[in-house]
């Protein structure tokens, strides 16, 4: 897809022309009025307040949960500000590949952006702790640590680095384990195994052994039935089952311990944000709020549905990992995560804020959310 003009056809139009006549005075004064006049009939949209903005993704067009979540605020913002500001959304691809988005944004191709902060690691090391930690928060906890902790003053003191305002926009819930194609039955298994995960958790498999490649999401499908990959985790049954990961993947491992809440990030060029009114940065910022809710209810509303129908229809094989991988694995994620926050000091800030916040947020959650389910399960087993 294309949009604007094109410049090297312009500029060999423009050296095809021949020269212009010198203008004699009264002809210049008369096409200078013409432009003036010209550059006024065209100024009305700007008068009437009214702004038009390319949003890029890094999603597929209308994939579940997520292409549809950044549609959602596209719509929200079009609504809400009655048509002062227009979104317009590119999927991945359609205006710039995948992990292009935020340079879209930073060179003012596009003026916002939807994606996932660990997409950004290359740039700026901090934004991998933004999205996730192994065994780290919980979506409600996340959110918390955002909105009443220390999360966002940090993400905008990050994102501001790099040109951008930050807003969180989403969230996955606790996401499933990955899909592989040999059972992982000790820590060991992962050494030589080549595995699609990104963020943190892909640094601590790294750390196990395994071989992690980075692909966006419209690709790992193509990826696992070439045998490119061995193993590859994207969100949970809702999106998997949309990328059909159950004709190429055997096992399907749970839980998430990577991917306990991953954040979405609503980027938004510094510059594009700031020339906006004040009522109009407000609705952006209220309506990335709503969309963060609504993804993550989204997630927790068809990830039922669509497990049933992997075990049920497609006969998937569903694992549990065992304690013995876990502590494991939580052994190297603690020694990784502390060697990478050490690496750069707003990423250290990060690290021990969220290590804090799950410290105090640990007692709340075992004895209130973990003690009802557990609770739930004996009451609904007993029936």
């Not at 949960?65 to 991945?92: F, H, P």
């Not at 998430?256 to 109009?280: I, K, M, Q, S």
């Amino acid at each position: 897809m294309t949009t604007g003009l094109n410049p090297a056809k312009s500029l060999k139009q423009a050296k095809g022309l021949k020269p212009a006549k010198s203008l004699k005075r009264r002809d210049f004064l008369t096409t200078a009025a013409a432009t003036v006049a010209s550059s006024t009939i065209a100024a009305p949209a700007i008068a009437q307040g009214k702004r038009q903005w390319r949003m890029v993704t890094t999603w597929p067009a209308h994939f579940p949960g997520l292409g549809t979540g950044a549609q959602w605020l596209a719509e929200n913002v079009n609504r809400l500000s009655d048509g002062r500001l227009t979104i317009k959304l590119y999927a991945a691809g359609e205006l710039v590949p995948a992990f292009e988005a935020l340079d879209a944004v930073l060179n003012q191709t596009a003026e916002i952006g939807h994606g996932a902060p660990y997409y950004w690691k290359g740039k700026a090391p901090a934004t991998q702790f933004l999205a996730s930690l192994p065994f780290g928060l919980t979506a409600q906890e996340h959110n918390a640590w955002m909105y009443f902790g220390s999360g966002l003053a940090l993400a905008q003191q990050v994102y501001s680095d790099l040109g951008c305002r930050f807003f969180p926009a989403g969230n996955t819930g606790v996401q499933m384990g990955g899909w592989f194609n040999k059972k992982i039955d000790h820590l060991d298994d992962f050494k030589g195994l080549k595995i699609r995960m990104p963020g943190l958790g892909g640094e601590v498999v790294k750390a196990a052994g395994a071989t992690v490649v980075n692909l966006p999401g419209g690709d790992i499908q193509a990826a696992l039935q070439s045998g490119t990959i061995d193993a590859a985790e994207w969100i949970g049954p809702y999106n998997d089952l949309a990328f059909g990961f159950h004709k190429n993947a055997d096992y399907y491992y749970t839980p998430g311990w990577h991917e306990p809440a991953t954040v979405f990030d609503c980027f938004v060029n510094t510059r594009a944000y700031d020339a906006l009114p004040t009522d109009l940065q407000a609705i952006l910022t209220y309506s990335c709020q709503a969309v963060n809710q609504r993804i993550l209810s989204d997630f927790v509303s068809h990830n039922g549905t669509s497990l049933r129908i992997l075990e049920e229809k497609h006969a998937v094989t569903l694992l549990h990992y065992s304690p013995e991988i876990l502590s494991g694995l939580g052994r190297l994620s603690a020694q990784v995560l502390d060697a990478l926050a050490s690496q750069d000091p707003i990423s250290r800030q990060i690290y021990d804020s969220v290590i804090e916040f799950r410290s105090r947020a640990r007692r709340w959650s075992n004895i209130s959310q973990n003690a009802y389910l557990k609770a739930r399960e004996v009451a609904l087993n007993s029936l």
